[in-house]
Nanobody
Framework: QVQLVESGGGLVQPGGSLRLSCAASASRFSIYALGWYRQAPGKQRELVALITSHSRTNTADAVKGRFTISRDNAKNTVYLQMTGLKPEDTAVYYC?????????WGQGTQVIVST
């Protein structure tokens, strides 16, 4: 069983930045593919960014050039650096870890972009 704990969310003005962190309890963290997803009110959960066990990344078009996913295997942590935030980025952000048939989710962290 893997536990994922997100942090770093909050209220930020448009154009601002935040860095989300997701700490994992996994003993073999490096083998997991990791992702950040988000869910806005009344909308389906959507992929924001992925990073493979080999640190290859993929970012959704809506955030490309503004958000960056990274991982630190020594700290069992995955990050999402968010810059140029827009009101439409407001959502609950969830961390995800996948390997083989195992999939784990964190509890989410709220990001609100507003004046």
């Amino acid at each position: 069983q893997v536990q994922l704990v997100e942090s770093g969310g909050g209220l930020v003005q448009p154009g601002g930045s935040l860095r989300l962190s997701c700490a994992a309890s996994a003993s073999r963290f490096s083998i997991y593919a990791l992702g950040w997803y988000r869910q806005a009110p009344g909308k389906q959960r959507e992929l924001v960014a992925l990073i493979t066990s080999h640190s290859r990344t993929n970012t959704a078009d809506a955030v490309k050039g503004r958000f960056t996913i990274s991982r630190d295997n020594a700290k069992n942590t995955v990050y999402l650096q968010m810059t140029g935030l827009k009101p439409e980025d407001t959502a609950v952000y969830y961390c995800n870890a996948v390997t083989g048939s195992e999939t784990y989710w964190g509890q989410g962290t709220q990001v609100i972009v507003s004046t």
